[in-house]
């Protein structure tokens, strides 16, 4: 069975910190170009972070940029985000993705809640 796991969300108080994971069952990571995801409320669904499955490059979205950083664990098959100086805007559930051509997966997703 196919799978992917977030953990690691919760309540947090602007400018802290919070380290997402996920983990994958079924397949390896290492083959697929995986992404993390957010959606507030209200809001569409927007990219966070990439890992690209063709070179390894890692791209974040613009408002995430030197606060956030993606990681890639082969052996453990995971994959993380590492959120710091965390914003109330930041707050979201936050989904882990994966996909290559014709096929793709999602996580559940895990609540991030930035509040004071």
């Known amino acids: 069975q196919v799978t992917l796991v977030e953990s690691g969300g919760g309540l947090v108080q602007p400018g802290g910190s919070l380290r997402l994971s996920c983990a994958a069952s079924?397949?390896?990571?290492?083959?697929?170009?995986i992404a993390w995801f957010r959606q507030a409320p209200g809001k569409e669904r927007e990219a966070v972070s990439c890992?690209?499955?063709?070179?390894?490059?890692?791209y974040y979205a613009d408002s995430v940029k030197g606060r956030f950083t993606m990681s890639r664990d082969n052996t453990q098959n995971t994959v993380a985000l590492q959120m710091n100086s965390l914003k109330t805007e930041d707050t979201a559930v936050y989904y882990c993705?994966?996909?290559?051509?014709?096929?793709?997966?999602w996580g559940q997703g895990t609540q991030v809640t930035v509040s004071p």
């Open positions: 890992i690209s499955k063709r070179d390894g490059r890692i």
């Open positions: 993705y994966a996909g290559r051509w014709g096929e793709e997966y």
């Open positions: 079924g397949f390896t990571l290492d083959h697929y170009t």
